[in-house]
Nanobody
Framework: QVQLVESGGGLVQAGGSLRLSCAASGNIFSINGMGWHRQGPGTQRELVAGISNSGWTNYADSVKGRFTISRDNAKNTVYLQMNSLKPEDTAVYYC??????????WGQGTQVTVSS
């Protein structure tokens, strides 16, 4: 089992920045990659960004150039730096950890609200 604890959400004005953190604990050696999904009001959950153990990253087109995902392996923590935030970035952001086998682990979610 892997436990994920997220932090860093909040309310920010458009154009502002936030940094989300996700700390993993438990059977972390089973994890191949980590990242973030989000679910906005009335929308389906979508991938925002992911990072593999080797550092390969991928991003949703809507956040490329604005968001940066990184990881601190010593702290078993993944970060999502979000700059130039837009109202359409408003969502609950969920951290995930992808094991080599089986379903992803998920965090509880953290609310990000961007006011116009």
């Amino acid at each position: 089992q892997v436990q994920l604890v997220e932090s860093g959400g909040g309310l920010v004005q458009a154009g502002g920045s936030l940094r989300l953190s996700c700390a993993a604990s438990g059977n972390i050696f089973s994890i191949n990659g980590m990242g973030w999904h989000r679910q906005g009001p009335g929308t389906q959950r979508e991938l925002v960004a992911g990072i593999s153990n080797s550092g390969w990253t991928n991003y949703a087109d809507s956040v490329k150039g604005r968001f940066t995902i990184s990881r601190d392996n010593a702290k078993n923590t993944v970060y999502l730096q979000m700059n130039s935030l837009k109202p359409e970035d408003t969502a609950v952001y969920y951290c995930y950890a992808a094991p080599a086998f089986g379903s992803n682990y998920w965090g509880q979610g953290t609310q990000v609200t961007v006011s116009s």
